[in-house]
């Protein structure tokens, strides 16, 4: 079932007018471009329409709508990202991470999304205490300055590799921010040599994790005096708690850079559920299914009113410019001459990609042919019309080409 067919069933304005109060002003008209351009994401509206210079055979090549939105669109991104960023990846043992937020602060983080973006700085925190082993640095007697060449030890991994998703919705399609991670499983010293980190703290990262996320809370943002009272009242009343907030690492090590990408990989920019899990629309009622984690992946039916689906689709549409992916320490763009040489000798994947695009190989294994030559004659073929949805004017524009 397709949502576009479920769209098309409602009066969208009236809907996105109903929820307009969850949204500030910039993000809605974000929120509403995401949806037009999802709306005009099909062949027949945005193409590149190619032809033959040889025997003017023609045909017609589908144009990404970049939506966050859009299933199809938000599939192909994650299969381009994934390849493209495994072959950054050195050749060491990674491990999966997933950081959550206790139910009761998660609606805090939707009444200010700007604090989606300190949890992923704040997983970066909890993981260079671990690894710069900041704990044996405050036992000192003698204490050393952070920014004496003394500081770190040689046994101290300075440089470590963190790539942080962040996720806002459950299976259930409920509002659940919370991080996947993969981090490197060692990294280099002062020395630029790398060293193998055997195993991490969990009560040390359980405890920095708590105490983080209530001060992120309390940092917030918010619109209303009384959501700010009740952000203390819950961050306090969970502090005062004697419960770690719940996060889970993988019991096994990702030893193929593969493998730790496409862990990642999973959660980048796609809609909040796959089309396939719609099983039934019918008399203005969606019903799909999810696997409960909770029930050892039972699966579970719900049925909702068609605006009601929709609507816990479209709050997860972030706004313009969000970055869902934040890379941290020897996998971030900003780093030491010496590390980069030395990590060109460290990685080994070579991306399928170097040489065709995502689409050119995925029609090549669905029909076995290239979409950019000519299916009679296999000549290179020239654009000749490209169309596009423009979302300034709301309408589909073209441009030919002679």
Same mark, same amino acid.
């Given at each position: 079932?397709?949502?576009?067919?479920?769209?098309?069933?409602?009066n969208?304005?009236?809907?996105?007018?109903?929820?307009?109060?969850?949204?500030? *002003? =910039?993000?809605?008209?974000d929120?509403?471009?995401?949806? @037009?351009?999802?709306?005009?994401?099909?062949?027949?509206?945005?193409?590149?329409?190619?032809?033959?210079?040889?025997?003017?055979?023609?045909?017609?090549?589908?144009?990404?709508?970049?939506?966050?939105?859009?299933?199809?669109?938000? !599939?192909?991104?994650?299969?381009?990202?994934?390849?493209?960023?495994?072959?950054?990846?050195?050749?060491?043992?990674?491990?999966?991470?997933?950081f959550?937020?206790p =139910?009761?602060?998660?609606?805090?983080?939707?009444?200010?999304?700007?604090?989606l973006?300190?949890?992923?700085?704040?997983?970066?925190?909890?993981?260079?205490?671990?690894?710069?082993?900041?704990?044996?640095?405050? @036992?000192?007697?003698?204490k050393?300055?952070?920014?004496?060449?003394?500081?770190?030890?040689?046994?101290?991994?300075?440089?470590?590799?963190?790539?942080?998703?962040?996720?806002t919705?459950?299976?259930?399609?409920?509002?659940n921010?919370?991080?996947?991670?993969?981090?490197? #499983?060692?990294?280099?010293?002062?020395?630029?040599?790398?060293?193998?980190?055997?195993?991490?703290?969990?009560?040390?990262?359980?405890g920095?994790? !708590?105490?983080?996320?209530?001060?992120?809370?309390?940092?917030?943002?918010? &619109?209303?005096?009384?959501?700010?009272?009740?952000?203390?009242?819950?961050?306090?009343?969970?502090y005062?708690?004697?419960?770690r907030?719940?996060?889970?690492?993988?019991? *096994? &090590?990702?030893?193929?850079?593969?493998?730790?990408?496409?862990?990642?990989?999973?959660? #980048?920019s796609?809609?909040?559920?796959?089309?396939?899990?719609?099983?039934?629309?019918? &008399?203005?009622?969606?019903?799909?299914?999810?696997?409960s984690?909770?029930?050892?992946? @039972?699966?579970? =039916?719900l049925?909702?009113?068609?605006?009601?689906?929709?609507?816990?689709l479209?709050?997860?549409?972030p706004?313009?410019?969000?970055?869902?992916?934040?890379?941290?320490?020897?996998?971030?763009?900003?780093?030491?001459?010496?590390?980069?040489?030395?990590?060109?000798?460290?990685?080994?994947?070579?991306?399928?990609?170097?040489?065709f695009?995502?689409y050119?190989?995925?029609?090549?294994?669905?029909?076995?042919?290239n979409?950019?030559y000519?299916?009679?004659?296999?000549?290179?073929?020239?654009?000749?019309?490209?169309?596009?949805? *423009?979302?300034?004017?709301?309408?589909?524009?073209?441009?030919?080409?002679?």
């Open positions: 079932m397709q949502i576009k067919h479920i769209i098309s069933k409602i969208i304005t009236n809907l996105l007018g109903k929820i307009k109060k969850y949204f500030k *002003n =910039e993000h809605f008209e929120v509403k471009q995401t949806i @037009q351009k999802f709306l005009a994401c099909s062949i027949d509206k945005s193409f590149l329409s190619l032809q033959c210079p040889n025997c003017h055979d023609a045909h017609k090549i589908k144009v990404t709508c970049k939506s966050r939105f859009c299933p199809s669109c938000g !599939k192909r991104y994650s299969a381009v990202w994934t390849e493209k960023t495994s072959t950054s990846l050195i050749d060491v043992k990674h491990r999966s991470v997933l959550t937020i =139910e009761e602060l998660r609606m805090f983080f939707f009444y200010d999304r700007d604090l973006t300190k949890l992923a700085y704040a997983v970066n925190d909890v993981f260079k205490y671990q690894f710069h082993n900041i704990k044996a640095k405050n @036992q000192r007697i003698h050393i300055s952070k920014y004496s060449s003394k500081y770190f030890t040689n046994s101290d991994i300075i440089h470590y590799g963190l790539i942080t998703v962040i996720h919705f459950g299976r259930d399609l409920k509002w921010p919370h991080i996947h991670a993969i981090v490197t #499983l060692g990294g280099f010293n002062k020395n630029f040599q790398f060293l193998e980190k055997k195993y991490f703290h969990v009560n040390s990262i359980a920095q994790w !708590k105490k983080m996320v209530i001060d992120i809370v309390k940092s917030g943002n918010y &619109d209303k005096p009384e959501i700010k009272a009740k952000a203390y009242a819950a961050a306090n009343y969970l005062r708690k004697n419960t907030f719940f996060f889970n690492v993988a019991k *096994n &090590d990702l030893n193929n850079n593969i493998y730790a990408i496409k862990y990642i990989g999973r959660y #980048l796609r809609a909040p559920i796959a089309e396939y899990k719609i099983i039934d629309f019918y &008399d203005n009622k969606v019903t799909f299914y999810y696997e984690l909770a029930d050892d992946k @039972q699966r579970i =039916e049925t909702l009113d068609a605006e009601t689906f929709l609507s816990k479209i709050i997860h549409i706004p313009k410019h969000f970055k869902m992916i934040r890379r941290f320490g020897i996998y971030s763009r900003n780093i030491k001459s010496e590390l980069k040489n030395i990590m060109k000798f460290m990685r080994k994947y070579v991306s399928k990609y170097s040489n695009t995502f050119q190989l995925e029609i090549w294994k669905a029909f076995g042919v979409p950019f000519c299916f009679k004659c296999n000549t290179r073929m020239k654009v000749k019309k490209i169309s596009y949805f *423009n979302i300034h004017t709301g309408s589909i524009c073209w441009k030919e080409y002679r």
